[in-house]
């Protein structure tokens, strides 16, 4: 069973502008995680985001996470044609211990 | 370091016949795990271990067999494949630290069963 739902499924912008994707969950989590996929490749981690902390930042990432209503957000400033890929949340949950991934959301960055 | 390494990239199989998906990384990672990326269903947990000799299930383990002889590699064994084991199959390594840390994947084996 999937523990994160992302929303949207997919999204296409323009050069310059930022992304928005967001990430529910169902159980309680020690964790909160994003990865990005290009195209045939495996999975790359972004961030970490942990139970007890509410915004980080990365470079151009921010990362939300909202325990109270069990969703995450991760926004990308000024996205780049080379940000196109698929971006997937992955929940540890504090029952098993074991990372669970949502469906994702592919983003398309128009040059 | 070359990480999370996978062989073969790509793979065609007869239903019924067997195979061995190799796995291994050079990070000394303690946990690696296997997962299955099929459309529109992300990535879903087949096995896992949390160091040599210790494997344990995911949430969609049937079909797949997996052991944990060294630190380094984690191969993953299909007993008699079937057309539902088309999928693409990513290798996963990560520390041992507390909570689920960050993981590192390979670049995916490419599985087509006719």
């Known amino acids: 069973s999937q523990q994160g739902e992302e929303d949207p499924q997919a999204l296409s912008i323009q050069e310059g502008e930022n992304a928005t994707m967001n990430c529910s969950y169902k159980?309680?989590?020690?964790?909160l995680q994003w990865y990005r996929q290009n195209s045939g490749r495996g999975l790359v981690h972004l961030i970490l985001i942990r139970s007890n902390e509410r915004e980080k930042h990365s470079g151009r990432l921010r990362v939300t996470l909202d325990t109270s209503k069990k969703s995450s957000s991760l926004l990308i400033t000024a996205s780049r044609a080379a940000d196109t890929a698929s971006y997937f949340c992955?929940?540890?949950?504090?029952?098993?211990?074991?990372?669970?991934f949502g469906q994702g959301t592919t983003l398309q960055v128009k040059p | 370091n070359a990480g999370v390494t996978q062989t073969p990239k790509f793979q065609v199989l007869k239903t019924g016949q067997s195979m061995t998906l190799q796995c291994a990384q050079d990070m000394n990672h303690e946990y690696m795990s296997w997962y299955r990326q099929d459309p529109g269903m992300g990535l879903r947990l087949i096995h896992y271990?949390?160091?040599?000799?210790?494997?344990d299930q995911g949430e969609v383990p049937n079909g797949y067999n997996v052991s944990r002889s060294t630190t380094e590699d984690f191969p993953l064994r299909l007993l008699s494949a079937a057309p539902s084991q088309t999928s693409v199959y990513f290798c996963?390594?990560?520390?041992?630290?507390?909570?689920?840390?960050?993981?590192?994947f390979g670049p995916g084996t490419r599985l087509t069963v006719t």
């Open positions: 996963a390594s990560s520390p041992r630290t507390s909570g689920a840390p960050e993981q590192y």
């Open positions: 992955a929940t540890c949950s504090s029952n098993t211990g074991k990372l669970i």
């Open positions: 271990s949390v160091g040599a000799g210790i494997t």
């Open positions: 159980t309680s989590i020690n964790n």
